[in-house]
Structures are given as structure tokens and as C-alpha cells.
């Protein structure tokens, strides 16, 4: 055998495409997966999705919960969007994000970025902060609406010794939203603080020891290497805050009802009032509707927004 036949190289061996599926076969595979999914596709359907089609069916006609429903088609959209109602409840809703978010996130991450170091009982504090989120939202807001009670809450005593005149908290126009959004922060900080605390600990600490021996500042450690690689964590918290921010409801419906003078009548609170109190069920399913729709396009402006700064490494 000669040493050309020796060193020729190995033929590659091309293999073949499978072969397409007919379409009974691609059926039988799609009732396969379904059999798989229906222990929960079966819950998902009932309790999600046909109330999704009942609700989208009973916004296209007028009913008290009384009464057969009448159908009145695109009657009930065209009403909520001309009514100064339904504009001043999206408004508190965009007030409550504005002021929910960026006080959430900026604590969630300070939580996070103080029990990524090692101390002692790192654990306990990580426990005692999640604490609240699992606690019913009905207990947080009265706790926090007894906290911040204008004539015998600890928040004014605990100000009085410092000679400030506490303000009227959720009793006050002014002051009632900025109590919502101190009692929704405090009880969502620990859900932040561990999707941002995981985030964290995926970073590798070589990023940081190599800019520390470079000269790099504690804050160009943060901001060109901490903040850049956290923002997939951010990224998740942004979005799931601010779905939750539009859902907003237990909190404002246990603390203010959505007074004082209505300075508090977010979205899903107006739904239920529509509903039960002025018994307009169609239009409250319409309105609803409306919301979603407002956060759904909220939701995918973030998702295709986040290829200009999510960096997934």
C-alpha cells in the first residue's frame, strides 16, 4: 500500500435528511405532546382562557349582573375611552409606576449588592427580607395603613420626636398614592432583591479582581462591569414590575378604596367598582380589555427594546 493511500483522508460520510413528515404524522405527534401538556392545559383552559373569551364576549354588551346581558358591540370601548374617568385611573395607575419601579429596583438592588458580601447571618437577613412577599397583601396594607396613620401611626410619632409635622398619609389627596407606593416597594423589595441577587452571583468575580488591579473606582466596577452584566436580571425585574405596577388593586383597595377624592382610582380598581358598585359589567370587562392591551404593548416595546441593553454575555 503506498504512503499516498496511507495519509488520504477520511471520506466524510454525509447523512441523509430525515425524511418530512406527512401530515397524519405530524397530528398524531401533536396529540402525543398534548396528552403530555394536558394535566396543565386542561386547568389553563379553564380557568384562563375561556375566562378570557367570556370576558372579551360580555365587553361587547351592556349588563348589571341583574338583567340579560344586550349586546351593544364597540359601544363600551368608544364610552370608556371619551369618559374622564378612565383617563384619570390610567393617569394614578402611570403615577404609582412612576413612583413604584425606580424606588423598588434602586432598593432591591442596594438589598442585593449588601448580602452578596460575606457577614454573618447572610442568610437570616436574606429570609427576613423575602419575608414579605410572601405575606398576604391584605395584611401588608393594613399594617401599613395603621404605620402610616395620621393621628396615631409610628411613621408621625417616630417624625414628631424629630419636630416634623407628619403629613395625612393615605387621608390626604397628596400624600395618598405616595403611601401606596412605599407599602407596594417594602413588600416587593425581596422578590427584586433575589432575582438581582442571583444575577449577581453569576457575575465572575475574575471581572472584578482584574479592573480592581487595573485602578478601576468601586463606582467604574459598578457601572462598566456590575450594571452591564446585570442587565438580564434587570431586564426580568423591569418587566414583571411593571405588569404588576398595571395590575395594581389589593393595596389600593384594603388602604384608600381609591380616595380621598379619587386621587387613588388606579385601573383594576375602577374595574371593580364598574363592576359591583355602579353595575356596569360590560363596560368593566371592556376596561379591562383596555389594559390589557396597554400592557401588552408595554410588554413588547421592552422585549424588542432589550437587544440596545441586555447584554447576555
Known sequence: MSL?????????????????RTAGQRWRYAGTVAIFLLPSLIPLTLFTLVPMAGS??????????????????LANYVELLGEEETRAAFLHTLYFIAGYLPLVYAGGLGLAMLL?????????????????????????????KWLL?????????ALGLLGIDGPGWWTDPTWAMPSIILASAWKDLGFVMIILLAGLQAIPGEYHEAARVDGASAWQRFRSITLPLLSPS????????????????????????????????????????????????????????????????????????????????
Open 4 to 20: 499516498a493511500t496511507e495519509q488520504a483522508p477520511p471520506q466524510v460520510r454525509r447523512h441523509a435528511a430525515p425524511p418530512r
Open 56 to 73: 372579551l364576549w360580555v365587553s361587547l354588551h351592556e349588563w348589571d349582573l341583574l338583567q340579560p346581558m344586550r349586546w351593544v358591540g
Open 116 to 144: 452578596n458580601r460575606a457577614m454573618k447571618g447572610r442568610n437570616l437577613f436574606r429570609a427576613v427580607y423575602f419575608l414579605p412577599v410572601i405575606t398576604s397583601w391584605v395584611v401588608v396594607a393594613l399594617m401599613w
Open 149 to 157: 396613620n395620621p393621628a396615631s401611626g409610628i411613621v408621625n410619632w
Open 234 to 313: 434587570t431586564f426580568f425585574v423591569v418587566v414583571i414590575s411593571l405588569i404588576n405596577g398595571f395590575q395594581v388593586f389589593d393595596q389600593v383597595h384594603v388602604m384608600t378604596g381609591g380616595g380621598p377624592g379619587g386621587a387613588t382610582q388606579v385601573a383594576v380598581e375602577q374595574v371593580y367598582k364598574m363592576t359591583f358598585e355602579y353595575g356596569r359589567a360590560g363596560a368593566a370587562s371592556a376596561l379591562s380589555w383596555l389594559l390589557f392591551a396597554v400592557v401588552l404593548l408595554v410588554t413588547l416595546v421592552q422585549v424588542r427594546g432589550q437587544r440596545r441593553w441586555v447584554n447576555y454575555g
